[in-house]
C-alpha cells in the first residue's frame, strides 16, 4: 500500500493549490480517505475526508468553502483543491486511507496507512 501527496508549493494569500493523493497497492475505490495536515509546532489536524465512493464529504471548520475534495477512482487519485489560501494554511498536507469511513470526519484513529506529506507555505 502506498499513498503519495503531491501539489504543495509556495503561493501568495489568496491563491490557489491542488493537491494531489496518488493511490497504489490497494483498490482505492473500497477506501475513505483523509487529508490531513501538520503546522511546526501543532498537532496533526484533520483537513477534509471523502467517503469511498465519493458521496460524502465532510470539512475542518477551518477550510469550508474554501477547499474542495474530490477523487477519481479510475485514476487511483484523490485531489484537495484549495482556494482562497491563508498563511495560517501553510503545512505539511498528508492523505491518508481511512478503515472507519467518513461519517464523522477525518480522524487519526481509523488511519492504517499514511502517504508521505507535501509542503504548502502561504506567503501573506
Known amino acids: 500500500v502506498q499513498l503519495q501527496a503531491s501539489g504543495g508549493g509556495l503561493v501568495q494569500a489568496g491563491g490557489s493549490l491542488r493537491l494531489s493523493c496518488a493511490a497504489s497497492?490497494?483498490?482505492?475505490?473500497?477506501?475513505?480517505i483523509d487529508w490531513f495536515r501538520q503546522a511546526p509546532g501543532k498537532e496533526r489536524e484533520g483537513v477534509s475526508c471523502?467517503?469511498?465512493?465519493?458521496?460524502?464529504?465532510r470539512y475542518a471548520d477551518s477550510v469550508k468553502g474554501r477547499f474542495t475534495i474530490s477523487r477519481d477512482n479510475a485514476k487511483n487519485t484523490v485531489y484537495l483543491q484549495m482556494n482562497s489560501l491563508k498563511p495560517e494554511d501553510s503545512a505539511v498536507y498528508y492523505c491518508?486511507?481511512?478503515?472507519?469511513?467518513?461519517?464523522?470526519?477525518?480522524?487519526?484513529?481509523?488511519?492504517?496507512?499514511w502517504g508521505k506529506g507535501t509542503q504548502v507555505t502561504v506567503s501573506s
Open positions: 491518508a486511507r481511512d478503515l472507519f469511513g467518513c461519517v464523522r470526519g477525518p480522524r487519526t484513529g481509523g488511519v492504517d496507512y
Open positions: 497497492g490497494f483498490t482505492l475505490e473500497d477506501y475513505a
Open positions: 471523502i467517503s469511498a465512493r465519493g458521496g460524502s464529504t
